[in-house]
């Protein structure tokens, strides 16, 4: 069973909310504590709520009043939780595209998660958002096989639901022989069965992979390539098969590589929030042995580390 750690509030009202919300942000000092304890306590759909009622009641923007009054990573995060799912998606996409350099582990993530439908608004989003056609920008600001699978799968055209065993062996030598051979043709099959078969289809075909050459598809797309586009297909295949496991990895070295990448930390948290967050920290838990909990409370602190903890949510042992 797939779930997040923040659902709708009960007796949810907007207008209170609001007007909480407007008293902290207008008060002499900002009150950071009634907007954790708001904005995280809340699902997306009644945020937007409260955002029109504090825009009928203040007119202002509530995101703009964010911006203003806070900064540094608490700033994005309640910032972060003001867009809609798919306007979140544009909104890191871009910032990942057009920033001073182009943040492919971001491109990566998104893109090798998201179904057609949340693709399809994404794009869409992009569009209004920022007034360009993202998979035009994809194709300007990256480039090789790594461009080409981004593009392939920013099109948003996987088979849903369909499986035919029979031809899994087939698929399945295909991608054996473009582990041996790495010409670009074969990079190009190698990538239009990882983008475009449903994830039925290929957990056939990497079982059928497994008996075919004895090795697991993971450890020869890491032997044969390198760069971001082994990263790329290492991801889509990690995604296939489980996509909590996925994001728990990311995670995990987001906050334990990199000396915490609070960007990628934030950006997980705030998109699975909703979908399968509790599902990510369990296999957190399960394959690093300390708890996500745990990690974050080491690594940030202040209202961000709060603001994080809560949508984290669950219970004091998580500690």
């Not at 203040?58 to 939780?81: A, P």
């Not at 915490?260 to 957190?284: G, P």
Request: aromatic share 10%; hydrophobic share 40%; with cysteine.
């Amino acid at each position: 069973q797939i779930q997040g750690t923040i659902f709708p509030a009960p007796n949810f009202n907007p207008i209170m909310d609001a007007q909480l919300l407007g008293g902290a942000l207008q008060g002499i000092s900002c009150e950071k504590d009634v907007l954790i304890d708001i904005l995280t306590q809340r699902c997306n759909s009644q945020r937007l709520m409260i955002a029109e009622a504090y825009r009928d009641m203040y007119g202002r923007d509530l995101i703009t009043d964010l911006e203003e009054n806070l900064s540094h990573h608490f700033k994005e995060v309640m910032v972060g939780l003001m867009y809609p799912p798919a306007s979140y998606d544009a909104h890191e996409l871009w910032h990942a595209l057009k920033g001073a350099d182009t943040e492919e582990k971001c491109l990566i993530d998104i893109l090798a998660s998201r179904s057609n439908v949340e693709i399809f608004q994404m794009k869409e989003a992009y569009l209004m958002q920022y007034n360009n056609d993202l998979q035009q920008d994809i194709d300007s600001e990256t480039s090789g096989h790594f461009r080409d699978t981004l593009m392939n799968l920013a099109q948003g055209t996987r088979m849903e639901g369909y499986a035919d065993p029979s031809t899994a062996a087939q698929d399945a030598m295909i991608l054996w022989e473009a582990c041996q051979q790495k010409t670009g043709e074969h990079k190009n099959m190698l990538q239009m069965i990882l983008c475009n078969k449903s994830y039925q289809q290929l957990w056939m075909v990497f079982q059928e992979f497994q008996n075919i050459s004895g090795q697991d598809i993971v450890d020869a797309i890491n032997e044969c390539y390198d760069g971001y586009f082994q990263e790329l297909l290492v991801a889509i295949v990690l995604c296939v098969r489980d996509k909590p496991s996925y994001f728990a990895y990311r995670l995990y070295n987001a906050i334990h590589d990199f000396g915490f990448h609070n960007k990628t930390v934030i950006r997980i948290l705030i998109a699975r929030s909703e979908i399968d967050l509790m599902n990510i920290r369990r296999r957190y838990k399960e394959r690093y042995g300390k708890s996500l909990f745990h990690d974050i409370k080491h690594f940030a602190s202040g209202h961000y580390e709060s603001a994080l903890l809560a949508i984290c949510a669950g219970d004091a042992e998580d500690y």
